[in-house]
């Protein structure tokens, strides 16, 4: 189901709840709200009013991923940006890693299983800005 973007400020401020093999309609509507942004990249659960860690993004091939409880655990050459949000209207300085190790849970048949992923570039740069909504941090 395609929701209505959030810009309530204390709602996107607030650290998310650890997702559950429950939440998988919360990632079914996250695609499907990404999917109906035109030169949509990313979107974090919070974005859509609910305050569990689960993200999706489209990857350089335009094809869309689901993250649940995603963390990043090692950063490689920081470099500073301009970004902004799909939820906010101004652009933001920050400080971003061009290679970056990240964990997350996949839903497979209903269970949550343990995953890493290395990334670069674009993708490095957008999981970490979606990280940072699930942790409650505004650009």
Same mark, same amino acid.
């Given at each position: 189901? /395609?929701?209505?973007?959030?810009?309530?400020?204390?709602?996107?401020?607030? %650290?998310?709840? %650890?997702?559950?093999?429950? !939440?998988?309609?919360?990632?079914?509507?996250? @695609? !499907?709200?990404?999917?109906? /942004?035109?030169?949509?990249?990313?979107?974090?659960?919070? &974005?859509?009013?609910?305050?569990?860690?689960?993200?999706?993004?489209?990857?350089?091939?335009?094809?869309?991923? *689901?993250? =649940?409880? +995603?963390?990043?655990?090692?950063?490689?050459? +920081?470099?500073?940006?301009?970004? $902004?949000? @799909?939820?906010?209207?101004?652009?933001?300085? *920050?400080?971003? =890693?061009?290679?970056?190790? =990240?964990?997350? &849970?996949? @839903? *497979?048949? $209903?269970? @949550?299983? %343990?995953?890493?992923?290395?990334?670069? $570039?674009?993708?490095?740069?957008?999981? &970490?800005?979606?990280?940072?909504?699930?942790?409650?941090?505004?650009?």
């Amino acid at each position: 189901m /395609i929701r209505e973007l959030v810009t309530d400020e204390e709602l996107l401020a607030k %650290p998310c709840e %650890p997702a559950t093999a429950e !939440d998988a309609e919360l990632a079914q509507d996250l @695609l !499907d709200t990404l999917e109906s /942004i035109e030169d949509g990249a990313c979107l974090a659960a919070n &974005q859509i009013g609910v305050t569990k860690a689960v993200i999706a993004y489209k990857n350089e091939k335009d094809r869309a991923h *689901v993250m =649940f409880n +995603p963390a990043m655990k090692r950063a490689l050459r +920081p470099y500073r940006t301009e970004e $902004g949000c @799909l939820t906010r209207e101004d652009t933001t300085k *920050v400080t971003r =890693f061009d290679q970056a190790t =990240f964990t997350y &849970q996949e @839903l *497979v048949d $209903g269970v @949550l299983i %343990p995953r890493k992923k290395e990334c670069r $570039g674009w993708t490095a740069q957008i999981l &970490q800005h979606m990280i940072d909504h699930c942790n409650g941090k505004l650009i």
